[in-house]
Nanobody
Framework: QVQLVESGGGSVQPGGSLRLSCTAS?????????MGWFRQAPGKEREGVAT???????RYAGSGKGRFTISRDNGKNTLYLEMNSLKPEDTAMYYC????????????????????WGQGTQVTVSL
């Protein structure tokens, strides 16, 4: 069994920054071909934010491109999302996802392509 646990969410003002972390645990968490971040705001569908392959290659959705940075520390089984210049529309529950054997060229920000999910961490951006 594998568990993904997110942390780092909170409340910030517009223009602020947050760094989200996702740590994988369990004996199967030795290698993930693709890891990513998704978010879901109240009344909206869950959407992809960014993905990172094991070699560090990244993909971003238009909503966060230029403001967000995804990265991985494979030795610590940890995924990060640096979020800068946050906007009220970034308010959402942010979820970590991982796929063991298929890289991100296959997943392409599609939630159905990820086999493991965390419980989420809340990000609120308001005045």
């Amino acid at each position: 069994q594998v568990q993904l646990v997110e942390s780092g969410g909170g409340s910030v003002q517009p223009g602020g920054s947050l760094r989200l972390s996702c740590t994988a645990s369990g004996f199967t968490a030795t290698s993930f071909a693709c890891m990513g971040w998704f978010r879901q705001a109240p009344g909206k569908e869950r959407e992809g934010v960014a993905t990172a392959d094991e070699d560090g290659s990244t993909r971003y959705a238009g909503s966060g491109k230029g403001r967000f940075t995804i990265s991985r520390d494979n030795g610590k089984n940890t995924l990060y999302l640096e979020m800068n210049s946050l906007k009220p529309e970034d308010t959402a529950m942010y979820y970590c996802a991982a796929e063991r054997f298929r890289d991100c060229s296959y997943s392409q920000l599609r939630q159905t392509r990820f086999g493991y999910w965390g419980q989420g961490t809340q990000v609120t951006v308001s005045l």
